[in-house]
């Protein structure tokens, strides 16, 4: 356990199915709260889920969460629109307003009400990215970019520029109808084009040679976020594979497991 820097809590309490915006068909404007018992003012994760952006939904996380949770975090875990029902921009959005409510209600749940940080895996740890560094989302719900005390990117997408010309026809246009039809509309929605030297702290992980592809991606963004002199690090379990990432952030002191725990007792306060 990483008992070094939160202690082990022994209860944690789940409330589950909270709406965050006004609903709709599936549940995707709700979110769950895990809050170790008897906490105070304690540092918060909003976690986003991957899935392709086509699937994946926040009750998949129950275990993660709890254990995430019983270190004496508390962790926020929303539900989002996916494809086809939104595009990148709405799910980003949706992103956004569960912060929001975040911001105005995790005092009554323990959590540190004055900011969080932003945690994603695959297309959640884009989400994380997106949100946290395009100042348009956070702004839309009136909310304040030092609020986002830090970006967690678990094996990642952070530039979504350029399509593999190798993809299918049928695979270009959904990612075209997604992200955007031009390279200029994709780094709009692209994370690494808002590297900057006032960028929050950011986390990159991914799983080493088993995971290569969100590697590159986490190399690119690394790159692009120290040229632009943001606070940033970066790690690898050259043991993961891409799912083996996210499962290993709900299993007691693994490398990824640890790298949260780390960077949130660093910059969640």
């Known amino acids: 356990m990483h008992a070094t820097i939160f202690a082990l809590i022994a209860a944690v309490n789940a409330t589950k199915d909270i709406a965050y915006a006004a609903d709709v068909p599936q549940d995707k ?3 769950d709260v895990y809050a170790p018992a008897g906490v105070r003012n304690a540092p918060v994760v909003i976690f986003i889920h991957g899935g392709g952006f086509v699937q994946g939904d926040r ?9 995430i949770a019983s270190t004496g975090v508390v962790v926020v875990v929303p539900s989002y629109r996916l494809f086809p ?16 409510w975040t911001l105005k209600h995790i005092a009554a749940y323990g959590g540190n009400s004055r900011g969080f940080v932003l945690c994603g895996h695959s297309s959640g740890g884009y989400l994380a990215a997106l949100v946290g560094l395009d100042p348009e989302f956070l702004s839309a719900d009136g909310i304040a ?9 678990f094996s990642g997408t952070y530039d979504v520029r350029e399509i593999d010309p190798e993809a299918t026809p049928s695979a ?16 709009a929605l ?11 702290p950011v986390v990159l992980f991914c799983g080493g040679v088993y ?5 590159g991606q986490r190399d690119a963004f690394f790159a692009a976020l120290v040229g632009a002199g943001a606070t940033v690090q970066m790690d690898a379990d050259a043991s993961a594979t891409h799912a083996g990432v996210v499962a290993n ?8 497991q640890r790298a949260l725990l780390d960077f949130v007792a660093k910059y969640a306060h």
């Open 190 to 200: 692209s994370p690494i084009t808002y590297a900057a030297k006032t960028s929050p």
């Open 172 to 187: 270009r246009a959904l990612l075209q109808r997604f992200f955007g039809a031009t390279p200029e509309a994709r780094g």
């Open 145 to 153: 970019g030092s609020s986002v005390r830090g970006i967690a990117g």
């Open 85 to 100: 029902q939104t595009d990148a921009r709405g799910a980003a959005q949706d992103v956004a307003a569960a912060a929001g």
């Open 29 to 31: 404007h709700r979110l």
């Open 211 to 215: 995971d290569a592809p969100a590697c």
């Open 59 to 67: 009750r998949d996380y129950n275990g993660l969460a709890t254990a």
């Open 249 to 256: 952030l709900s299993r007691n002191d693994t490398p990824e």
